[in-house]
């Protein structure tokens, strides 16, 4: 793994956030020409469910995981997927996907008046148990990551995978605390899925 960066060098090569840990994915694509890469997804995920601190997730980005290695895993094989970020427990954070590329985490999806959101969305896993509660290790991680992604993307939109593909996927669940999150970012409601704050205001 590549030394970490000193804490005044540019937050960005390309694509690639300096301050995560990179692992490349072969599971990504070219973005539409047209993208505007406004929205940013969060997810929940541990493999397999609710045990932490392997390096499954990794192996499973990278179409290396042991399809045998676990009865859980059969059901996945052959699955290829990717996320742009992977944040740990810790707070470790992981980069598999350059931002200027579509990462495969979305699946089929709309939000904002948009269908297919791989194609202008940045997805970041958050490791831990669909309908559990994060780290705060986590949300200071989310509140480093996020602001970055800002300043060299337009992000106007942060939602959950529940929030894009509702009745298909259920993650990352209330157990994330969105005004928790709203806090740490300062960012208006109208950034958020209309709900998750407790109110409906825009």
Not at 14 to 31: E, H, I, L, V
Not at 137 to 147: C, F, I, R, T
């Amino acid at each position: 793994m590549p030394d970490a960066p000193c804490a005044d060098a540019p937050a960005w090569q390309g694509g690639w956030y300096r301050f995560a840990r990179q692992m490349r994915s072969p599971n990504f694509g070219a973005r539409p020409p047209s993208a505007c890469i406004d929205l940013v997804v969060l997810h929940s995920i541990s493999l397999p469910p609710g045990v932490y601190g392997t390096d499954n997730v990794q192996a499973l980005f990278t179409n290396r995981l042991d399809w045998n290695a676990h009865p859980y895993f059969k059901q996945m094989e052959g699955l290829q997927v990717s996320s742009h970020f992977y944040i740990q427990r810790g707070g470790e954070v992981w980069q598999f996907v350059s931002c200027d590329e579509r990462a495969w985490h979305a699946g089929v999806s709309t939000y904002r008046g948009r269908s297919n959101c791989n194609d202008d969305s940045i997805g970041i896993e958050l490791e831990g148990l669909e309908g559990d509660a994060f780290e705060a290790a986590q949300y200071e991680a989310l509140a480093a990551l996020v602001p970055a992604l800002i300043q060299r993307y337009p992000i106007a939109h942060i939602a959950g995978h529940e929030h894009i593909a509702p009745g298909r996927k259920a993650d990352p669940g209330p157990g994330l605390n969105w005004a928790l999150l709203q806090k740490s970012l300062g960012y208006p409601d109208r950034c958020f899925p209309e709900g998750v704050l407790g109110h409906t205001g825009s």
